[in-house]
């Protein structure tokens, strides 16, 4: 082989060599400098779309991973906005995984919400129940007037289950839960005026 000939094979294996470098490292280096690929405007729009997902999966403010998604992103389009473009990419890119994380995190919630909310739906039922039940004993025991306060009482009871249960089915979990406490309130202060009326001391 003359001389000649493998020094041309050699700038050739070199200049491939460059070549291959480049193709590895020129696409990367355009797409952080935002030359290459989608704008940080594009990249933000698809975190938000990530984000507003994730809500619609069950997360909200009680989920960790969805606070930091949303603060991400208001990162993302201050950085936008003041036309850090580099930085506000990697801001979105930032959202955009933790907005998955929050996906799944919301239905995890959802899913735990919707369990206690369920139980709580069934434990007033079940009260809502046996509060019919002593309410029927009793009023053959007083007189009319006293039917009517008795009445009044049980209108406010059935409301309150009624409440919980409509929140239920409109599968409003938060508000199931937030309004257990003043619900079984108002049902444990009915069955304990029946029962004093059932049971005169």
């Known amino acids: 082989m003359s001389p000649l000939l493998v020094l041309f094979l050699r700038r050739l294996a070199l200049l491939a060599l460059v070549l291959a470098v480049l193709l590895l490292v020129l696409p990367r280096l355009l797409t952080e400098l935002g030359l290459l690929g989608p704008?940080?405007?594009e990249l933000i729009g698809s975190a938000s779309s990530a984000v507003e997902a994730a809500r619609?999966?069950?997360?909200?403010?009680?989920?960790?991973?969805?606070v930091e998604a949303e603060k991400e992103l208001q990162e993302a389009r201050a950085l936008l906005q003041a036309r850090r473009l580099r930085e506000a990419r990697k801001a979105a890119a930032r959202t955009t995984a933790q907005a998955v994380i929050a996906q799944r995190d919301g239905r995890i919630h959802r899913d735990q919400s919707r369990r206690r909310a369920d139980a709580i739906v069934r434990d007033v039922d079940r009260r809502l129940i046996e509060l019919e039940a002593l309410y029927g004993r009793v009023s053959k025991m007083v007189d009319k007037k006293r039917v009517t306060e008795l009445l009044t009482l049980m209108k406010g009871a059935r409301q309150a289950g009624a409440g919980l249960m409509l929140a239920f089915e409109q599968d409003d979990y938060a508000r199931v839960i937030a309004g257990e406490a003043a619900a079984f309130a108002i049902l444990d202060a009915v069955r304990e005026e029946l029962r004093a009326v059932a049971s005169p001391p």
């Open 56 to 66: 619609s999966y069950g997360a909200n403010e009680e989920v960790a991973s969805f």
């Open 39 to 41: 704008t940080a405007e």
